[in-house]
C-alpha cells in the first residue's frame, strides 16, 4: 500500500478527529476545539499520514502526529496546553492511527518521518533542540524503535492512567548527521574544506546497519541506459498550460547498486538547463553510477525543485561548503539520505531551489 506524509489542513481536522476518537479512551482523546487550535497556532506541527484514493484523485487521511512548542525542557500542563512560538522543545500531544490501518508499520514509519522532518528543521535553523512525548508504559517499546529515549513517570495527569515522559535530543542527533562519519559524501567535503578525518565507526556497525534493511529496492536506470537520454525520461506540460515546463517522467533514486531510495516522486521537478557547478573536489575519481559534470561555465541538466526540501521524500544535505553558488551565497550539497552517496547536487544555504544533476539520479523507469 503507498502511503504518503502531508500536513493536515484545515479541511481535515475533522478526518483527524475522528480517528483521536476511535484510538483514545474518551477521557484523554482530545476535543475538535484543541485540533483546531494546535493546528491553527503550529500548522507546521500537524503531520499526517495519507493513501491515494485512485477513484477520485483525492487522498485519505489514515493518522497523524500532531504537536506545538514550549520552551520548558520537561512536559508540564502548561507546556500541553500552549503554544509557544519559537520555541525550542517539540511537545507531542497526540500520535495516532485509524484503527483499519494499525499493525502495519504505519504508526512507526509516521513517527520516524515527523522525527526526521524536524531533525531537518533544526539543521536549517529552525531552534529545535528536542522532542518531548508522553505515553503509556506499554508503548515504551514502539517508541524506543523511533529513537525515543525513556525518563520516567510523568507529572502530567490525563485520563485514569499514568503517563511516563520520553524524549528524543535533535540536538545530537544534529551533529551525527553533520558530520556524517566515514561515508562518501563526508570524505569528499573533508577534501574540499580541509576538514579533520572524522573517528571511526566500530568494528561491523556500518555493516550491520547496511543489514537491517530488507525492504525491496526499486530498479535504479542511469540516464545513459536511454536511447535518447533526458528526452526519454521527462513530461511535457504544455498542453496542461504549465508553461511549456518539463518535469521528470519517473521518480527519481539513489543511482547506487542495491540502495534505490527514492530521491523524488514524479512530476515534482523541473528540467533545466543552466551553468555547470562544481561539486567535486579537483582529482577526485568518482564511481560510474555519478555523472560527471563539465567545469563552468559550460552548461549541464538538472532537476529544479522547488519552493522548499519537503518537496524530497528522501534527501540529505551537508553542512555549508567554502564554495558559492550563483547568488553569492554558501553551497550545501544533496546527497541520497540513506546511504549518503553524493554529491547529487546542491542548494544555496537557506535557499528556497534545489538542483539535482540529471546524470547522478537514478529513473524507476
Known amino acids: 500500500m503507498s502511503v504518503f506524509y502531508d500536513l493536515v489542513s484545515e479541511q481535515e481536522l475533522e478526518d483527524a478527529h475522528k480517528i483521536e476518537a476511535r484510538g483514545y479512551p474518551e477521557d484523554e482523546a482530545g476535543s475538535l476545539k484543541t485540533f483546531r487550535y494546535r493546528q491553527s497556532q503550529a500548522p507546521e506541527l500537524f503531520l499526517g499520514a495519507y493513501v491515494p484514493q485512485t477513484e477520485t484523485g483525492g487522498r485519505k487521511l489514515i493518522g ?22 519559537g520555541s525550542s522543545s517539540i511537545c507531542i500531544h497526540s500520535v495516532c492511527v485509524d484503527p483499519d490501518y494499525r499493525r502495519k508499520h504505519f504508526g512507526l514509519n ?12 533544526a539543521r536549517e535553523g529552525a531552534g529545535y533542540e528536542r522532542i518531548l512525548l508522553i505515553a503509556h508504559e506499554e508503548l515504551r517499546g514502539f517508541y524506543e524503535k523511533a529513537g525515543f529515549e525513556w525518563v520516567g513517570r510523568s507529572a502530567v495527569e490525563h485520563g485514569s492512567r499514568p503517563w511516563y515522559e520520553m524524549r528524543r535530543d535533535l540536538g545530537a542527533h544534529h551533529t551525527e548527521n553533520a558530520a556524517s562519519t566515514s561515508t562518501p559524501v563526508a570524505q569528499q567535503l573533508q577534501a574540499v574544506q580541509g576538514l579533520p578525518e572524522p573517528q571511526s565507526l566500530p568494528p ?8 537491517s534493511s530488507t525492504r525491496p529496492r526499486p530498479a535504479s536506470r542511469l540516464l545513459t541506459s536511454f536511447p535518447d537520454t533526458v528526452q526519454d525520461v521527462v513530461t511535457d506540460n504544455s498542453k496542461e498550460g504549465a508553461g511549456g515546463s518539463l518535469t521528470n517522467k519517473y521518480d527519481l533514486l539513489c543511482p547506487r547498486p542495491g540502495c534505490g531510495s527514492i530521491i523524488l516522486k514524479s512530476g515534482v521537478a523541473t528540467w533545466v538547463e543552466r551553468e555547470s557547478v562544481q561539486l567535486d573536489p579537483a582529482g577526485q ?8 559534470l563539465p567545469a563552468p561555465p559550460a ?38 539520505a540513506e546511504c549518503d552517496l553524493g554529491p547529487l547536487g546542491w542548494c ?18
Open 64 to 85: 497523524y502526529v500532531c504537536a506545538t512548542l514550549s520552551p520548558e525542557s520537561t512536559l508540564t500542563h502548561a507546556s500541553m496546553s500552549t503554544h509557544v512560538p
Open 110 to 121: 509516521l513517527v520516524k518521518e515527523f522525527v526526521s522532518r524536524a531533525e531537518h528543521a
Open 204 to 211: 561491523g556497525l556500518w555493516e550491520a546497519l547496511q543489514r
Open 285 to 292: 575519481t568518482l564511481p560510474e553510477y555519478l555523472g560527471a
Open 299 to 336: 552548461t549541464a541538466q538538472w532537476w529544479l525543485v522547488k519552493p522548499n526540501a519537503m518537496a524530497f521524500e528522501n534527501i540529505g544535505f551537508s553542512r555549508a561548503i567554502q564554495a558559492t553558488g550563483p547568488n553569492g551565497r554558501k553551497l550545501k550539497l544533496l546527497a541520497c
Open 348 to 365: 544555496e544555504e537557506g535557499g528556497s531551489e534545489f538542483w539535482l544533476a540529471c546524470n547522478r539520479v537514478g529513473y524507476r523507469a
